[in-house]
């Protein structure tokens, strides 16, 4: 595939600074090389990114993750053009919009209005076509009477809501997003969300988020990028799912060691049997598979889930029906002592929303149990399944120990159990809602 077939194309690209001790560091640096002093350096080499390699295709969506400082906004800078590299070469086929650090391509003496007319020009727009956006612009900010105020006087939630209006209106082929939006509100946050899956459906995104539901919720690939050099690259789910082992790892030091549990048959689970079919014709029914043999995660070796089930609480049909009542049990056993025992449980659709979970927190945070070595124990959650629509949910749970800041995870399980859902009538959103009654009235 020739170069023009990819949107972004990076390759072996490096990225170094120079640190200086002292400020005549610096002076040094600049002059005394170019009188004979080749050799001789005055600062060290910090290599923010190093020979990283990646190439998107035009409509692709792909989180770049790590953690601070491994280098993930050097790399979108370098991509938006702002720095350039030390090695390798970046080929952007398109006109990119980017939204980085906060206040980035804005003049803080400026007002709202005169940095809309600064910073789209940035990108390439004339004057009359910014004049043609400009109201729209305004009112997708939403920042009232601040519009006319200078925007060193802004909240980092107003500069946010200032910049993302620009990049909606400049028509880019490739969008940019740095972390950006975990500063908005929630209403803005939405209003950016319908903007960002809108673009999805003609452009390019790459997207830069420590929130990994929203990694897996958006984006189809994933980067995961340490101390400047490539981790991992593939499914957006399978890396945020080793990435989240690999935080927890870093979290715990020594406390506890977590060995991974892999599945050789977790593809076959995941293509429960199409052909299963409702018993009756009912909003939403599930069936459900037990997966827990075949799931994936991670343990320390101190506590275990042996036993995951989801029934219904009326009688013992496999399939369950949206709207009625129903029991999760996990089963438990320890393996060393546990003072504060935790089990809890997550339900996620195909993309890696969370949609519902609870834990026992709630039960026995003020006055928790203890469990020996070899003491079996159970949790059991009775509630109102939602009705959901058609597809493929999974149930992560979990075995933990400690309180609701800290705690230890001893036993973590991404898909113990497979719900498909079928027959279903929900039409709008991630989650029905049963409708008691729909009227249409002449007033």
């Known amino acids: 595939m020739s170069s023009n077939n990819y949107a972004i194309e990076i390759n072996e690209v490096s990225k170094c600074f120079f640190v200086y001790k002292k400020p005549v560091d610096r002076l040094k640096q600049f002059i005394l090389p170019k009188i004979g002093l080749r050799n001789k350096k005055f600062h060290d080499e910090f290599w923010a990114v190093n020979n990283v390699s990646l190439k998107i295709k035009p409509g692709e969506t792909v989180a770049i993750i790590g953690r601070n400082g491994s280098g993930k906004s050097t790399l979108l800078q370098m991509i938006c053009g702002t720095l350039q590299p030390t090695a390798g070469n970046i080929k952007v086929n398109g006109k990119v919009a980017a939204l980085l650090e906060l206040g980035s391509g804005f003049n803080p003496e400026f007002t709202g209005r005169e940095n809309i007319y600064l910073n789209a020009s940035v990108y390439g727009l004339t004057r009359d076509e910014i004049e043609k956006k400009l109201d729209s612009i305004v009112t997708f900010a939403d920042i009232g009477d601040f519009i006319e105020q200078p925007v060193k006087t ?251 800041v800290n705690n230890i995870q001893h036993h973590h399980l991404h898909d113990a159990l497979f719900i498909k859902v079928f027959n279903s009538k929900v039409r709008w959103g991630l989650v029905g809602v049963k409708f008691r009654k729909i009227e249409l009235d002449t007033i």
């Open 154 to 404: 802004y909240s980092s939630g107003m500069y946010v809501r200032l910049a993302f209006a620009v990049i909606t209106h400049v028509d880019a082929d490739i969008l940019v997003i740095d972390e950006a939006l975990a500063v908005g509100d929630a209403v803005f946050t939405q209003k950016c969300m319908r903007f960002i899956r809108d673009f999805q459906k003609k452009g390019t995104l790459l997207f830069v988020s420590h929130d990994l539901s929203s990694v897996q919720s958006l984006c189809e690939k994933a980067l995961w990028i340490n101390k400047g050099n490539i981790v991992n690259y593939g499914l957006s789910k399978d890396i945020t799912e080793d990435y989240l082992k690999y935080t927890l790892e870093q979290i715990y030091g020594e406390t506890a060691v977590l060995e991974e549990i892999t599945s050789a048959g977790k593809e076959e689970a995941e293509g429960a049997d199409e052909s299963e079919s409702s018993v009756v014709d009912y909003t939403a029914d599930a069936f459900i598979k037990n997966n827990l043999s075949e799931a994936n995660g991670w343990k320390t070796g101190k506590a275990e889930i042996i036993g995951v089930s989801l029934k219904n609480l009326s009688g013992n049909d496999e399939i369950l029906r949206g709207g009625e009542t129903v029991r999760i049990t996990l089963n438990a056993v320890a393996h060393s002592t546990l003072d504060a025992p935790i089990l809890g449980f997550l339900v996620k659709d195909k993309l890696g929303q969370f949609l519902f979970g609870e834990n026992t927190l709630p039960l026995t945070g003020d006055h928790p149990p203890t469990y020996s070595a070899g003491q079996k124990f159970s949790a059991t959650f009775d509630f109102v399944l939602p009705m959901l629509p058609n597809g493929d949910y999974a149930l992560m749970c979990s075995v933990a120990n400690g309180d609701l």
